[in-house]
């Protein structure tokens, strides 16, 4: 269920990564970012992220269901709003999905995040990507190959989480949010590239940026 983040006004929706996935929990997460564009409430999209599936929980599971899952995963990830996620107790599976994919990630002490176990090995889906991305290869290689878990300091150290809080609503409500909406898409879609582009592909990008915040300035 979306509800009203209690801390700053926007979106916010309790997710539980224990439920198989299912058609139901990607319109949940669509129904999110639908929320999040067309009521521009001030503040971050929040998602609170918990939970692990259980043994067997890939059994039955079709590819063309995993597809729409990344797809709109990625979606939110695109938003073109600031987003914060929460995590709290073991958190894999779809939970870590939506964890790696939001900009601002807070934990609560004692959380753990892994990958999701199936077909002999973990989880091969997107969440492997945006760990290599955002964490290295060597970062991540005994949690994507053993399946180890990675405790709050070690996900610290990592990037993967900001801060480790035992009050994120007071962290998330002293986040000092300076620009949403398109501004955050354009300078989230320039770190997406940077890391895929040379200086002379990426210039591009980065002028044109600059130059619609040189138009906006004078119009401020």
């Known amino acids: 269920m979306v509800t009203r983040n209690e801390n700053k006004g926007g979106p916010m929706l309790r997710f539980d990564g224990s439920r198989p996935l299912s058609a139901a929990i990607v319109e949940e997460i669509d129904a999110l970012c639908d929320r999040a564009e067309d009521q521009r409430e001030p503040g971050p999209v929040t998602i609170h992220v918990t939970g692990a599936p259980a043994d067997g929980w890939a059994k039955g599971l079709a590819v063309g269901l995993v597809s729409k899952w990344e797809r709109v995963v990625r979606r939110f990830e695109r938003l073109g709003r600031l987003t914060a996620a929460v995590a709290s107790g073991e958190c894999a599976g779809t939970a870590l999905d939506l964890l790696l994919a939001a900009d601002i990630r807070i934990a609560e002490p004692g959380t753990t995040l892994r990958l999701a176990s199936a077909g002999g090995g973990t989880w091969p889906g997107m969440t492997v990507y945006r760990l ?77 940026a600059a130059d619609r915040a040189l138009r906006r300035e004078a119009k401020s």
Do not use: C, Y
């Open 132 to 208: 290599t991305k955002q964490a290295g290869a060597a970062g991540i290689r005994r949690a994507v190959l053993l399946g180890a878990p990675l405790g709050t300091e070690r996900a610290l150290a990592l990037d993967l989480i900001d801060e480790v809080s035992e009050d994120p609503a007071k962290t998330l409500a002293e986040l000092n949010v300076v620009m949403d909406g398109a501004e955050t898409a354009i300078r989230r879609q320039l770190i997406f590239e940077a890391g895929s582009t040379t200086f002379e592909e990426a210039l591009g990008s980065h002028l044109a």
